[in-house]
Structure formats: structure tokens, C-alpha cells
């Protein structure tokens, strides 16, 4: 192959619905996962799972278990007791993380405060980590990091180091830098909630198209709207235990447990 067919190769494995399995395939599965800090009972028995190119929002009041859930699915946090199985195989978050690296992979987190390097431009940002985890090369990891920021609406801001951008920008930059490690699934752990009002919607945009073109996500939010409109799965989490779950339309229109009525009860006033 050469150079200019690995450039093409590399910007077509960007897109992440070429590289999941066969369409009904679990990706995320856990086991009764339970997690305590200290004495307080964070998770628990949560049996949860998703499939290829589906969005499921994970809603709830703070406190609900909702980042704790996330963070264990790679292995950010350990779960106290149970299985977490990404693509049939078991996590097991006790080993060392060089052998816990090449499942961690698999999941691209996208976290609340960005996590920029601040030394490096936008574009160093973004293909760090498929140069030194996925050994591309220089060409066909510049190839794919530019056309992963294009997809977010940042090309122009390559070279660019990340105090010179808006929050919105960061977080842009960030999914951007997910995406380059070509995971199975992304996950977002509240992505907008350390922004600005007014800069809410350009994150949302990209994660609206990501969903529309097919990857799989897992969404922690607080955003309502995108929860309904988005997601083809609503999860609704309270006091560490999963509460309720099902279609985004019939489960805020029509909710059956009465925890999950007067927490929508509260935040159902601000959707149109």
C-alpha cells in the first residue's frame, strides 16, 4: 500500500460504524456491578448493556450513580463486585494497566473538563495517542486527525494550542481526540456541563451527528432535549440503582415508577 492509500485508509477507519461488529452485537454488558466507597453503596446490582449503534442517555439527579457507572465501564474506577463484559470479553479492572490497555481502548471517554494537553496544538492533541497506542504512522495519523477535526468543525484551529479556545472548542477538540483511537463506543460523562450556556448547542451539534451517522454511545447528561430527541434509549438512574428504562418518547411521556415522575416532574418545564 502506499502513502496515499494509507492516508485514505486512515481517514476512512475515522468513521466508527466501519469498525464495530455485526449490527445487534452487545458491545457493553455488566453483571450485576455493584461499587462502594467506603460504606456508602454507589452501584447497585446494575445490569445494564449496549448495542452496536445504539445512544442510550443515562439521566437522573446528581449523586444517582450516573459518572460512577461510566468510569467503571473502563476501568477508571474498579467495581466492588460483578462483571463488566466490552465485546464478550470480561474487564477485570485488578489487572495491571498495561494489560487492561488494549480493552480500555475500545471505549473513548469524553469527560467534563476536557483534559487537553496544554503544551501541545490542537492537532498534536489529537493524534498523540494513535501514534504511540495504535502505531500509525506520522502521515496516516495527521490524515486522520485532520479529518476528525474537520468532522467537528475545527480544521482550522489545528495548530492552534488549546488556552487560545473557547470551552465549546475544547470539548470539540476532545471528541476529536476520542474518535482518533477508533473505540468501539464513545463515552460522555457530562460533556457540556462545564460550559458556558451559549456554547452547549456546537457540542451537542457534534454529538447529534455522530449519533445520526451511527456510533455507539453512552451518554451521562443533564441535557433533556438531547436525551429525548437523541437517544434511542433513556436510562433513568436514582440512588445508585437503575430505576426505570426504555424508549426516550414513552419513558418522558409516559413514565411507570413514581421516582422517575417527579424527577421529570421537575425538568420536564424547560422542554418545549
Known sequence: MNPEQ???????NASLQDLTPVEGDIVIRTEKLNKYFGDKHVLKDIN???????????????????????RCLNALEKGTSGEIYIQGERLNPNLPAKQLSPMRRELGMVFQNFNLFPHMTVLQNVIEAPLLVRKLSKDQA???????????????????????????????????????MQPRALLFDEPTSAL???????????????????????????????????????VFMSDGSI?????????FRRPKEKRTQLFLERVLSVLP
Open 6 to 12: 494509507e492516508q485514505s485508509q486512515a481517514v476512512e
Open 48 to 70: 445494564f448493556e449496549v448495542k452496536r449503534r445504539e445512544v442510550v442517555a443515562l439521566i437522573g439527579p446528581s449523586g444517582s450513580g450516573k459518572s460512577t457507572l461510566i
Open 142 to 180: 495527521v490524515a486522520l486527525g485532520e479529518s476528525l477535526l474537520a468532522k467537528v468543525g475545527l480544521l482550522e484551529k489545528r495548530d492552534v494550542y488549546p488556552g487560545r479556545l473557547s470551552g465549546g472548542q475544547k470539548q470539540r477538540v476532545a471528541i476529536a481526540r476520542a474518535l482518533a
Open 196 to 234: 458556558d450556556p451559549e456554547l452547549v448547542g456546537e457540542v451537542l451539534r457534534v454529538m447529534k451527528d455522530l449519533a445520526y451517522e451511527g456510533s455507539t454511545m453512552v451518554v451521562v447528561t443533564h441535557e433533556m432535549q438531547f436525551a429525548r430527541d437523541v437517544s434511542d434509549r433513556v
Open 243 to 251: 430505576v426505570e428504562q426504555g424508549d426516550p418518547d414513552e419513558l
